[in-house]
């Protein structure tokens, strides 16, 4: 099928292929393997939905006629003008998501932005107004690390900004942002984070109504599968919880908290895609990248 459009200065020619043979199943067509993971996909989707698990027939009736190319491009191009808005697509990845690894990839997309811009501000409310340019440099990344490695620790990002550059001179410096970055992480030392508190703790503010609901939705959503892992690792006693924690207490109250402490370390593993039976959660990842693992979640052995 070819769509053509003349004018006087030049020529378009628009070709579109359109298969209307089911691969497979179509007449001089090679027969391909079935693809697995379609199968799995649709057969988790289904049970999940409560419905029959659909059957794949890997033989094609021998009279299987091909559709219409024009009914194919039809089928492709139709639009019932129920489109979902970004924000209801959103919400309907958050209900598919129950896993910490996904919703963790989520939540890192929505606020990496905004966390980013609140430390900017931050900074540049002590900086010369000449120089806040300084801080489109790469060594930024490394700045606002180190801000969010001293917010875990219990710390304010504003405090430490102003501390590593009121009354302080930056003459001289090649790189305003690593000079910052050097200053803050020699003023804070080894830090040790904090208490680790719940996602809806964490939200940043957007003055975006729609989106500081669905953060706040996500945040709730992360709690409450971490909450379930917790649960399951009481019911389930898996060999990673048992070797760090021992066996779970039959009084309630230790029982309660050996499974907020199983929440904790099995939030981690599934975040993180530790999956190591025993080992319940490996190395602490190292410090020498500025993405090396979220500063407050890094569980110490103990």
């Known amino acids: 099928m070819a769509l053509q459009r003349d004018d006087t200065r030049r020529r378009y020619q628009h070709r579109l292929r359109v298969h209307a043979h089911s691969p497979g199943c179509g007449r001089g067509l090679a027969a391909q393997p079935p693809r697995p993971e379609l199968a799995r996909t649709e057969r988790i989707a289904a049970e999940r939905a409560g419905l029959p698990v659909p059957r794949h027939d890997l033989d094609a009736p021998a009279n299987f006629e091909p559709a219409e190319p024009g009914a194919v491009l039809a089928g492709i191009l139709e639009r019932d003008g129920r489109q979902r808005s ?107 984070p904090s208490k680790w508190r719940p996602w809806s703790e964490q939200v940043p503010i957007t003055p975006e109504p729609e989106r500081q609901r669905y953060l706040q939705e996500l945040a709730a959503a992360m709690d409450a599968r971490k909450e379930r892992i917790g649960e399951f690792a009481a019911e389930t006693s898996p060999a990673w919880a048992v070797n760090s924690l021992g066996p779970v207490p039959s009084d309630p109250l230790d029982r309660l908290e050996w499974q907020q402490r199983a929440a904790h370390i099995g939030a981690y593993r599934e975040m993180y895609g530790w999956d190591h039976e025993t080992d319940p959660i490996g190395m602490e990842p190292a410090g020498d990248t500025p993405r090396s693992g979220p500063p407050g979640m890094r569980l110490g052995r103990r």
């Open 86 to 192: 970004a924000l209801a697509e959103r919400r309907a990845n958050l209900v598919n998501a129950d896993h910490l690894g996904r919703l963790g990839a989520i939540w890192e997309g929505e606020t990496a932005g905004l966390r980013t811009a609140r430390y900017r501000h931050s900074v540049r409310e002590w900086l010369p107004e000449g120089l806040h340019g300084a801080l489109d440099s790469y060594q930024a990344t490394w700045l606002w690390r180190s801000l969010r490695a001293a917010e875990a620790a219990g710390l304010d990002a504003r405090e430490v900004a102003r501390r590593a550059l009121e009354g302080r001179t930056l003459a001289g410096a090649r790189d305003i942002a690593a000079v910052i970055d050097a200053r803050i992480r020699r003023d804070t030392g080894a830090l040790v």
